[in-house]
């Protein structure tokens, strides 16, 4: 069964998840010429946690596909990828349960990109991603009390397409890029972010 193993995922991983912070205002980071062709998310595989709300395959499909595309479509370069993602199980805190036991919430999903013009896929394994909600105040006791079903979805489905975007950085060439491009391009990002503030401000008047 699928469960135990995301059961123990949950618990070895639930202190190391930081909140997600919505950077999808911001320049996207850089993958050379990219630009999303297929979005494709398969649900056929799908198992949930006992303790959880209920989700069918379909509301899983629709809130990872919006994340990725919000993501990923941001790019407009010639290079065609598609991104393929199968949700492997979930937990969705449901209400109603003590603080103490409050469970969180979570989504395995495994991932593979594709190079469009030659059918290529580009990793030579599925890569298996576990994300929850993030560490605030609320997903500390557990957002069945706080959120919907369908913001815990789009939460999770937003941190699962960001930690897509962290593995297509750890793999660089697949875009023409090297890991030095990739490190010049968030320090130019990172100085831009830092004198944006300054840049904005009123002159002070004498």
Same mark, same amino acid.
């Given at each position: ?62 809130? %990872?596909?919006?994340?990725? +595309? &919000?993501? @990923?479509?941001?790019?407009? !370069?010639? /290079?065609?990828?598609?991104? =393929? ?20 919430? %979570?989504?395995?999903?495994? +991932? &593979?990109? @594709?190079?469009?013009?030659? !059918?290529? /896929?580009?990793?030579?394994? =599925? ?80």
């Amino acid at each position: 069964m699928f469960y135990p193993r995301l059961a123990a995922a949950l618990t070895a991983f639930a202190l190391l998840a930081g909140c997600a912070q919505n950077d999808l205002s911001e320049a996207p980071v850089p993958l050379g010429d990219f630009v999303l062709g297929l979005n494709i998310v398969v649900t056929d595989k799908m198992q949930k946690v006992p303790i959880s709300r209920d989700a069918t395959g379909a509301e899983w499909e629709a809130a %990872v596909k919006t994340a990725i +595309a &919000n993501r @990923f479509g941001r790019y407009e !370069g010639s /290079k065609i990828y598609n991104i =393929g993602v199968s949700v492997d199980g979930f937990a969705l805190a449901p209400p109603g349960i003590p603080i103490v036991a409050a469970p969180k919430s %979570v989504l395995v999903i495994t +991932a &593979n990109v @594709f190079d469009d013009a030659t !059918g290529k /896929k580009l990793n030579e394994e =599925g890569k298996q991603i576990t994300v929850f909600e993030g560490l605030s105040g609320e997903t500390m006791i557990g957002t069945g009390l706080t959120r919907s079903k369908q913001q815990q979805m789009e939460a999770l489905a937003f941190n699962a397409a960001k930690q897509i975007e962290s593995w297509f950085l750890t793999n660089p060439e697949w875009f023409g890029l090297t890991a030095e491009d990739v490190a010049n391009a968030r320090k130019a990002a990172q100085k831009a972010k830092a004198q944006a503030p300054a840049a904005a401000a009123p002159e002070e008047k004498i």
